[in-house]
């Protein structure tokens, strides 16, 4: 979903939706007019990306791990998210390496190598792509998911804002028929209770897809942490932060 381009003014605004360009006390993504997500995150601007860093919702720093739970139905999610020592360098820019495991009844499902790397600039994290094993009896048997920006028409999005504003909107990933999940900012001050602990000022999205138009996601994020809940997932286990 492109905004106008030929549209200078709207096109501005929903960068400014996204948290990129945003000037304290000018505007708010509530005031903005274009609701599209935004597609177009000037990456030229950033001043260069770094493979290791923070965010306050996203950590992309060596060595953090953290681990989900949660019940779809009658079958047991676990999922372990680790922030690896390798990196890979796509479209010129070193990104780092964050590797995602999903068990269902301890079983692996899905074995994913992300891409991610940090905008010097405005401190937003941008997603460059992904690399998905998924598994049947212990068997690969399909890479379904997997992208690169850079080919065959996909480009980086962004996975955290640096700058929040409530309403801004944002694709994550740019994989046409691949992979098109997008975001919206719910709010912030959110409590979350957790088998990890209770997390206050909790950043609430609300994650789509095109690809899927009636499903949805609804994830928080702590200061300091990162995601902290996933829908039916709940963090219960953190460190290295």
Not at 8 to 22: D, E, H, P, S, T
Not at 138 to 164: C, R
């Amino acid at each position: 979903m492109k905004t106008g381009r030929n549209v200078i003014r709207i096109l501005a605004l929903a960068v400014l939706a996204a948290g990129l360009l945003a000037v304290p006390g000018i505007m708010s993504a509530a005031d903005c007019p274009c609701r599209s997500f935004t597609t177009d995150f000037m990456m030229g601007r950033c001043k260069g990306f770094s493979s290791e860093g923070a965010n306050p919702y996203f950590l992309l720093k060596e060595g953090f791990q953290a681990i989900f739970e949660g019940k779809e139905g009658k079958t047991v999610v676990h999922v372990t998210i680790t922030v690896l020592e390798e990196t890979l360098t796509i479209e010129g820019i070193e990104t780092r390496v964050v590797e995602e495991k999903e068990l269902h009844n301890g079983v692996l499902v899905e074995l994913s190598r992300n891409y991610f790397a940090i905008c010097n600039r405005t401190n937003s994290v941008f997603y460059f792509g992904e690399d998905v094993d998924i598994y049947k009896n212990g068997v690969i048997i399909s890479h379904d998911g997997t992208w690169h920006a850079g080919e065959n028409g996909a480009k980086a999005g962004i996975v955290m804002p640096g700058v929040i504003l409530n309403g801004g909107r944002y694709f994550q990933e740019i994989a046409p028929g691949v992979a098109m999940d997008r975001a919206e900012i719910v709010g912030r001050n959110f409590t979350v209770e957790t088998p990890a602990g209770t997390f206050d000022n909790c950043l609430k999205t609300k994650e789509s897809t095109p690809l899927e138009p009636d499903v949805f996601e609804i994830k928080l994020y702590a200061p300091g942490i990162g995601l902290v809940k996933d829908d039916t997932l709940s963090l219960i286990s953190f460190s290295g932060n």
